[in-house]
């Protein structure tokens, strides 16, 4: 008998949508791709909730979809570090969840620093691939090691810097690769061995693994 994995997730915005539900499909692919075992994973669903604060949301979410094995929250660090966001909102909202009775308790947190698009600038060799130029790392300004990517202000803002500077050549607009035109095929392509470089996203990836513990499908 084959094992099923539904996952729900949360996102700040609709750019983070389209990014992050492949990466969190690709990311728990990855962890049970030796487990031996015959799982299916749904395509995660994406999920939102109108509510006055974040607790509130995130609780009412918890509950009215607690049939998902796993609800991954996505909240951006705006900083070089996620540890504020983790203490001011991630952990007290998980605390309250955790002490419900007819919840879905296996949550994990999705805590790019900075901000989703970060973990775009993961894999530089397929950045300059979608955006379709010769042009190097160095000239576009953008970073050329996976280490230097968590230390940018703002990567969404050098990714569109990036792409006017490689599409200065294209005199129609309309014939110009957009940033929101990367957010798909990135997270269907980026290399997981990459993002693994990245502080923020070896945590979530860890997190991940302990919500299949949780639910004894690793050990």
Not at 17 to 25: C, M, N, T
Not at 138 to 159: D, F, G, Y
């Amino acid at each position: 008998m084959s094992n099923i994995i539904q996952i729900a997730y949360t996102t700040e915005g609709s750019t983070d949508k389209r990014f992050l539900g492949h990466i969190i499909e690709r990311t728990y692919e990855t962890l049970l791709f030796e487990s031996g075992q015959n799982i299916e994973i749904y395509p995660p669903v994406h999920i939102s909730e109108k509510a006055s604060t974040f607790n509130e949301m995130i609780g009412s979410i918890a509950r009215k979809y607690s049939f998902f094995n796993v609800i991954c929250v996505h909240c951006d660090a705006d900083s070089t570090s996620p540890d504020i966001i983790m203490k001011r909102k991630i952990i007290p909202v998980f605390d309250l969840v955790e002490k419900s009775n007819d919840a879905c308790r296996n949550l994990v947190a999705i805590v790019p620093v900075q901000m989703t698009e970060a973990w775009m600038l993961a894999d530089i060799d397929l950045l300059l691939k979608e955006i379709n130029t010769s042009l190097s790392c160095e000239k576009l300004n953008l970073p050329c090691k996976p280490k230097q990517v968590e230390t940018i202000a703002n990567p969404k803002i050098r990714i569109e810097e990036a792409l006017r500077t490689a599409q200065s050549h294209v005199a129609k607009r309309r014939n110009r690769i957009k940033i929101s035109d990367l957010y798909t095929p990135m997270a269907q392509k980026v290399s997981i061995q990459h993002l693994m470089e990245l502080p923020s996203f070896k945590t979530f990836f860890e997190n991940a693994k302990r919500s299949l513990i949780n639910l004894n499908f690793l050990h």
